[in-house]
């Protein structure tokens, strides 16, 4: 992604509220953060809200407890640390770069998005749109890595020079993408709108691509998008039922078998591969395809988050400093 043009951020400024959490072993009052504008390296001893429609913008700032973006709000964290999970709500939006969220970050239904630059987070789940129009993204870059799971039911998902502990699983997302990437545990691919693409990564688990239109390319010299090399799966590799574009496979290495079933067109292989375990299915030999023709087909999300954050500048500058 484009470097941002992050707005300079000052001293923190909020308003503070206080609301009555009560437990079966004790009552006691617990302060909520409110931010509105930006904020500098202070430490927030609560939770943080973010209200709905509004934009905060901060800045080596530490918050100890859990962080919530309410409906079309907006969060901008740069060089920061969450102790807690952050919640985003519908079209709302994170942007968290050189940052540490211990807990998971949780996009929920009709969600605007989440983009992270070199940022840990405990886990990352990116909840099925339903009857929403909008359809969320995840962009993990940089250096980035999720210490858990990466769940997605929509929108567009990328890990680019990445890391993922736990597993990979998507159902009915718009696009799947690792470029550069370590997965630690299994990639699950399932019934992405337009495919997906793996090159230079490495997968330790299973790797199970089914029902995708559009496409499933491992390596380059696919339809999908440009890439520089293949990939590494240590275990097998399943690619099934794939519809609607060219499922290829180019300079790969698979330490487990691969099996390919019910591809509509047939599989491309290009002899390149090398597969431990031997290769089961119906496949063709790899012809080359023009790879900057297949670029255009990717990362519409990204553009949109360009856009998202420019307003969120604008929005910050107009608030102004808050006080945490």
Excluded: W
């Excluded at 909840?127 to 799971?149: H, M, R, W, Y």
């Excluded at 089914?210 to 590799?237: E, H, R």
Aim: glycine fraction near 16%.
């Amino acid at each position: 992604m484009a470097a941002r043009t992050a707005s300079a951020l000052a001293i923190v400024s909020a308003v503070v509220t206080a609301s009555v959490m009560c437990t079966a072993q004790n009552a006691n009052a617990d302060l909520v953060t409110y931010c509105v504008g930006s904020g500098g390296a202070v430490t927030v001893p609560n939770d943080l809200f973010v209200p709905a429609g509004e934009s905060c913008s901060l800045r080596g700032t530490i918050i100890t407890g859990d962080v919530r973006v309410a409906a079309g709000g907006n969060l901008v964290v740069n060089g920061g640390t969450v102790n807690g999970a952050v919640a985003v709500a519908a079209n709302g939006y994170l942007d968290a770069t050189d940052t540490r969220i211990d807990g998971a970050v949780t996009l929920a239904a009709g969600g605007f998005g989440v983009y992270l630059k070199n940022t840990d987070v405990g886990s990352a789940v990116l909840q099925p749109k339903g009857s929403a129009t909008i359809e969320g993204f995840l962009f993990a870059e940089q250096g980035s890595k999720v210490d858990g799971n990466l769940t997605a039911g929509v929108g567009e998902v990328t890990v680019t020079d990445g890391e993922v502990t736990g597993n990979v699983s998507t159902n009915g997302a718009y696009l799947t993408d690792l470029h550069g990437s370590f997965v630690d545990g299994t990639l699950s691919v399932l019934n992405n709108s337009t495919g997906s693409v793996v090159c230079g990564s490495a997968v330790q688990g299973r790797s199970t691509f089914a029902g995708n239109v559009g496409g499933v390319q491992l390596g380059p010299n696919g339809g999908l998008d440009s890439c520089a090399s293949g990939g590494y799966f240590a275990k097998d590799v399943g690619i099934s039922n794939t519809t609607g574009g060219r499922t290829t496979l180019d300079d790969n290495v698979i330490n487990g078998s691969l099996t390919l079933t019910a591809n509509n067109p047939v599989a491309q292989v290009a002899a390149n591969n090398r597969v431990r375990g031997g290769i089961t299915g119906e496949r063709t030999d790899a012809t080359v395809i023009d790879a900057k023709a297949a670029e255009q087909t990717r990362g519409t999300a990204k553009e949109r988050a360009r856009d998202r954050l420019a307003q969120v500048d604008g929005a910050v500058a107009a608030k102004g400093k808050a006080r945490l």
